[in-house]
């Protein structure tokens, strides 16, 4: 890969698009190949690490599961705390939890009360922005769990969704763009 | 935290005892203090990328999705491929599949067909070694999409479940062993 290429392409270059998954009609983005290439995955995570450095963050919230593969590493780096945000019924001790409305279905997320023990200046961390109703309802669990979000932020963000449209209360950040323009079906 | 501590105490001193959870009578260790705990973290992914550093490791698969949190730090570390092994309809390409009885249930495990497209040689990881249904069903999935265990590895292993047993095919190794005398009640 050559290093003159920028991060996006960089990035672009090793996430994959999978047609009709999870549905007819709906064109996946699959991240699976940008993990399998050490160097990709590694330029990735240092991208982040590089933004927020010097934000005095506390703890980086990854979102289950795949806002895990980005949040460990990056918190890993930055010295900071990673706090898990999962699914209904994972998390063993007391929980703040708010239900919400997915692109494909419902679901439910859950933060422990007490995940900000180690401070509240919180970066929360997904693989990818689409509606937004995920990210919505992370930063108002980190909210009422105590926490002061720095910045939502994921790897790739499909903008034809608008989600950032419902994040305008928070920073975004998404280091891949993907436009109306990147396929001829819809996103 | 006293250097001097072996990193099973270590790594025990920032896992939390929650009592009767998920069900009456189970006792759950909690990893997500020493996830809060980035020194801690830190020293257990250190100790895999020690055990594995020289034996010439491809890929690192890591089981959703807690498996994913060592998974992928360890990857990075190493400088190897990261492969998910996810549950049942969310890899979105060709896959192999399992299903498997768990400890409080039954579930089914996918792996990408071209998950090994970087080499064979795979560690399998996840956190916690319970009955072993999981980790059999994860092992026969990495040797049937091509793949060949160096070791499958645990952070956590509950020795009165009796999950080594059931992989005996495979080198098995744990960071942190839980006896029955680590509890009163039932694990």
């Not at 010295?79 to 019924?89: I, L, Q, S």
Request: net charge negative; glycine share 8%.
């Amino acid at each position: 890969m050559a290093e003159s290429m920028s991060l996006e392409a960089r990035l672009k270059s090793e996430i994959r698009a999978v047609p009709d998954f999870p549905k007819p009609g709906i064109l996946f983005r699959d991240i699976t190949p940008l993990l399998a290439d050490v160097e990709t995955f590694d330029a990735c995570i240092e991208d982040f690490v590089a933004r927020y450095r010097s934000q005095n963050v506390d703890a980086i919230v990854g979102v289950e599961s795949r806002g895990f593969l980005f949040g460990a590493p990056l918190a890993l780096r930055l010295g900071c705390a990673f706090v898990p945000m999962r699914k209904a019924g994972k998390l063993p001790a007391a929980t703040f939890r708010r239900s919400y409305a997915l692109e494909y279905g419902e679901a439910t997320l859950e933060i422990h009360r007490d995940a900000f023990r180690s401070g509240p200046r919180v970066v929360l961390l997904d693989d990818l922005l689409a509606t937004g109703g995920t990210a919505l309802a992370g930063a108002e669990l980190v909210e009422e769990a105590g926490g002061e979000v720095v910045e939502i932020a994921f790897v790739i963000e499909l903008e034809a969704l608008a989600g950032r449209a419902s994040l305008s209360r928070w920073p975004v950040h998404a280091q891949v763009v993907y436009t109306a323009d990147d396929a001829s079906g819809p996103q």
